[in-house]
């Protein structure tokens, strides 16, 4: 995906603040923050959306929640709470068409609607 902006950012491209890396994962710090802790948790592979998950990818997406668990924990939310979020498809929000878990915290969240 020669032309997808997170791609670029697994490939280093783009530069970007990384807090996570592996071999399947990279988590980094959203550019426009909407709370004190918002970072994006990526796999590297491209999967343009929940749509076109497959079964095959299933371990890959367990392990997003647990760096998630790793992420907050890291940065102090753990136990005030945080929001994971998965924007899928145009009406729910998502810009960016390369799977990616947002990691929210730090704030009091209002209820969803
Ligand atoms: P979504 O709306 O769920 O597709 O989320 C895409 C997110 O990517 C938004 O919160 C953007 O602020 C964020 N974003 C866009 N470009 C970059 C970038 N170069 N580095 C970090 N985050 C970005
Ligand atoms: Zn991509």
Redesign the pocket.
Known sequence: MSDC?FCK?VKGD?P?TNVYKDEQVIA?R???PAAPTHI?IVPNKHIDSVNMLIPDDEPLIGRLFGIAKMLAAQEGIAEGGYRLIV?TGAEA????FHL?M?LLGGRQMKALG
């Open positions: 902006l950012i783009i970007s980094f959203d550019i426009n994006l924007n929000g998502q810009t960016v990616h947002h």
